[in-house]
């Protein structure tokens, strides 16, 4: 596994190789569901198109839920990384991969057996509701496949190696392509080819990426007594990547919350809302992707003691992100619906979905400091405060604007839409403070426990 240390030479430099191969590696992610809703959107019903929509988010909300706890993973590996501690790799590295098996046979138990009570609850227009239950039982198969990818992932992460992720996802991607055309277009399967084709891309990812590794190896040794888990590492794992991943999950519920605000105003609005939905995520990779890499490089260089480097690392990252977004967000000012016409055929969703996308995209702005700095918080162990400052503005104030908006006279889109930059000014701001309180507080090493 290629090797890349973050804790000396260029800062910016370090950053841009790290984030070029995971930028283009989530791009490829993204690709799943975007693909999805394009040949779906292109070759079958609106229903289809509502289902896959409906459907993609509550399995996001899956995937949110294994990448926060794989955040604890990451951190770790990191630290131990920039410690230059090969033993303690190779327990974090063991211990989370008997721990995540676990959590994945869990995890798609539950979801397969409350599958058909979700859809209910998501107020499902009542012509979707068919495809979108087959969409989420073929898609829920591929839960175990998930945890597989994301927790290789999370560990090739933490010691700065992303090239080798990019071309795990770059494989299921071409795979997802291919079946999508199959199933949808020519076998008419609809949502449920879309689905049978993202699991069969799942895993096919992770079984190359095990016979991948099983020929190049980590890096450091693993013997079969690593994958016993380790009590304290488990718990490390769990305090850093816990608060992250109730984060993504109460997160995730709250845009399932909106969504079925949304979809109350019918069947046009809710196949906008997914048109949008998929691009914002495109359109918020720069911030991710950023936000990604001073996570990495704040734990790589405080596991080696160069805590101003890590701190350094959080404002080339807000700066770096931003340049992209906000050439994004006036992109979607004067053309959005060039964008929002690539997933879909039906010219009233191009426009209700551009509509949308001119509030919504203002989001872009904000998160491209948002999320660097709540890596930053991640890598110093206070993961808490990354959960405290989103749950708060997204259930006091998104849902709750999102829900006023809607029932305002002459309520539309691209109204609800301005709920996502509101809440997000308020995280700005708590982040910002929490900031200057931990300024002179302990370092950040005692503060995750490594040390």
């Known amino acids: 596994m290629k090797e890349r240390s973050m804790t000396s030479g260029s800062i910016a430099g370090s950053m841009l190789r790290f984030v070029g191969p995971y930028l283009l590696t989530i791009i490829v992610q993204n690709l799943y569901g975007a693909v999805d809703l394009l040949v779906v959107g292109q070759f079958a019903t609106t229903a289809d198109v509502s289902a896959v929509t409906i459907g993609s988010q509550l399995m996001s909300m899956v995937t949110q839920l294994v990448i926060g706890f794989a955040t604890g993973t990451t951190v770790l590996v990191g630290q131990y990384y920039g410690a230059k501690n090969k033993e303690r790799l190779s327990v974090v590295t063991g211990t989370s991969a008997t721990i995540f098996t676990v959590f994945a046979v869990v995890i798609t138990g539950a979801f397969l057996a409350l599958h058909e009570t979700l859809v209910t609850l998501m107020q499902t227009p ?54 999508d055309i199959i199933l949808v277009k020519f076998v008419g399967l609809g949502a449920l080819g879309a689905a049978i084709a993202t699991t069969a891309a799942q895993v096919g990812s992770v079984l190359f990426s095990l016979i991948y590794l099983a020929k190049k190896g980590l890096g450091y040794s693993l013997s079969r007594k690593n994958f016993k888990p380790e009590a304290g590492m488990t718990k490390k794992i ?46 918020f990779m720069p911030s991710v992707a950023f936000g990604a890499a001073v996570s990495t490089m704040s734990a790589q260089n405080i596991g080696a003691g160069h805590y101003g480097r890590a701190k350094k690392s959080l404002w080339y990252g807000v700066l770096m992100a931003l340049i992209p977004s906000a050439i994004m967000v006036v992109f979607c000012q004067f053309a959005g619906e060039v964008l929002t016409g690539i997933f879909t055929g039906d010219r009233a969703v191009v426009l209700i979905s551009a509509e949308y ?95």
């Open 238 to 283: 769990v305090k850093i990547g816990g608060p992250v991943a109730i984060q993504n999950v109460l997160v995730g519920t709250s845009f399932l919350f909106i969504t079925a605000i949304i979809n109350s105003m019918g069947l046009q609005q809710s196949a906008a809302v997914g048109v949008v939905e998929k691009l914002i995520n495109f359109l």
């Open 126 to 179: 009542a012509v979707a509701v068919i495809p979108t239950r087959q969409y989420l039982f073929a898609c829920a198969i591929g839960i175990v496949f998930i945890v597989g990818f994301n927790i290789i992932s999370s560990i090739m992460m933490g010691v700065g190696d992303t090239k080798t992720p990019f071309l795990f996802i770059l494989i299921a991607c071409i795979i997802n392509v291919v079946l």
């Open 357 to 451: 996308l001119r509030s919504y995209v203002m989001d872009c702005m904000l998160v491209s400091f948002i999320f660097s700095v709540n890596g930053y918080f991640n890598s110093c162990g206070y993961s808490w405060f990354t959960l405290l400052h989103s749950v708060l503005t997204t259930f006091a104030l998104r849902i709750p604007l999102s829900y006023i908006f809607s029932l305002s006279a002459g309520s539309s889109l691209y109204m609800i839409g301005w709920s996502a930059p509101l809440s997000s000014v308020a995280s700005a701001v708590l982040c910002f403070l929490f900031l200057l309180y931990i300024r002179k507080r302990k370092k950040p090493a005692q503060a995750t426990g490594i040390l």
